[in-house]
């Protein structure tokens, strides 16, 4: 079956610090991957999309990066926190979009 | 670029009553088109979505919508509110042009009273 993991599910961190959060999706080949924030009281905003190793398109600038080092692994980075990075990160995988979206449970940030 | 606009912030029906979301979006061509519901502190649940074919969608949880082309709309109905449906809602449409990632509306939080 399709799956997606997400972890962790809470996270808190000090102003400053670096951050990697992993997705990994099981059950399918060559998905495209995408990572979304939602800020308090905002909608789903997204990040980066990846439609295939190595390949990474940011749709906002900000203190995050992605990276994609194998067909099923998403990893979302930073060098340095801000306030600001605070909310709730979602990873989620689709095949052309065709089939649907499956999203994993995401992991709340809160950066103090 | 595709966009979604979910025009009511907050609504608050009465347990029983009918409820209709609205969700208007823009895109050149027959989009793909979704329903997420999101109970608090939880992630994505999809309650329906639009291909193509039939305009009138069924989904869970007793959900339907109706593809509306001449009006760009996608409205989410329910004909009997329960108070489990208190959730956020969010309606999206897939861009093809970013990998198929969704445009999200900025959500509709659904109150239910009594």
């Known amino acids: 079956s399709q799956t997606i993991h997400q972890w962790p599910a809470t996270l808190v961190q000090p102003v400053g610090s670096p951050l990697s959060l992993e997705c990994t999706v099981e059950?399918?080949?060559?998905?495209?991957l995408y990572w979304y924030r939602q800020a308090a009281g905002r909608g789903l905003q997204l990040l980066f999309y990846?439609?295939?190793?190595?390949?990474i398109s940011s749709e906002v600038p900000q203190n995050l990066s992605a990276s994609r080092p194998q067909d099923r692994q998403f990893i979302l980075s930073s060098k340095k926190l801000l306030l600001s990075d605070s909310g709730f990160y979602l990873c989620a995988w689709s095949v052309l979009g065709i089939y649907g979206y499956t999203f994993g449970s995401g992991t709340r940030l809160t950066v103090v | 670029a595709q966009s979604v606009t979910q025009p009511d912030i907050h609504i608050t029906v009465s347990e029983g009553a009918s409820l209709e979301l609205r969700c208007n979006y823009s895109y050149g061509a027959t989009p793909y088109l979704f329903w997420y519901v999101q109970s608090p502190g939880q992630g994505l649940q999809l309650l329906l979505k639009?291909?193509?074919?039939?305009?009138l969608v069924q989904g869970i949880k007793g959900f339907e919508a109706e593809f509306k082309r001449s009006q760009s709309s996608f409205n989410l109905r329910k004909p009997s509110v329960h108070w489990s449906d208190a959730a956020e809602y969010f309606c999206a449409v897939g861009a093809l042009d970013s990998g198929y990632a969704l445009n999200f509306g900025k959500g509709t939080s659904l109150l239910v009273t009594p």
């Open positions: 639009y291909f193509s074919g039939d305009t």
């Open positions: 990846s439609v295939g190793i190595g390949q």
């Open positions: 059950g399918t080949s060559n998905p495209n």
